[in-house]
Nanobody
Framework: QVQLVESGGGLVQAGGSLRLSCAAS????????MGWFRQAPGKEREFVAA????????YYASAMKGRFTISRDNAKNTVYLQMNSLTPEDTAVYYC???????????????????WGKGTLVTVSS
């Protein structure tokens, strides 16, 4: 059974940074693509970033490109999301996700992901 546990959320001022972590268990972590999504209050869940099984390929939503960086440590079964230059519009619950293949898909809404964590709340104050 795939389990994804996010951590690292919290309250940060606009312009600040946070690094989210997601610890995965239940299967061979290094064989699967991983991703991050978010859901702001009153809005639908949206794609943030994805990374291939090896970490060599990444994909970002246009609004996050240049500010957010996704990475993974296969030895630690963990995927990260480094978020810089945060704005109040980044306030959301951030979800870790994984799929059934080595690579993510570029097709919304799931981008090839089918397993989700419970999320971690990020609040950016102005």
């Amino acid at each position: 059974q795939v389990q994804l546990v996010e951590s690292g959320g919290g309250l940060v001022q606009a312009g600040g940074s946070l690094r989210l972590s997601c610890a995965a268990s239940g299967r061979t972590f290094s064989s699967y693509a991983m991703g991050w999504f978010r859901q702001a209050p009153g809005k639908e869940r949206e794609f943030v970033a994805a990374i291939s099984w090896s970490g060599r390929s990444t994909y970002y939503a246009s609004a996050m490109k240049g500010r957010f960086t996704i990475s993974r440590d296969n030895a630690k079964n963990t995927v990260y999301l480094q978020m810089n230059s945060l704005t109040p519009e980044d306030t959301a619950v951030y979800y870790c996700a994984t799929g059934s293949g080595r690579y993510y898909s570029s097709n919304p809404p799931s981008y090839g992901m089918g397993y989700w964590g419970k999320g971690t709340l990020v609040t950016v104050s102005s």
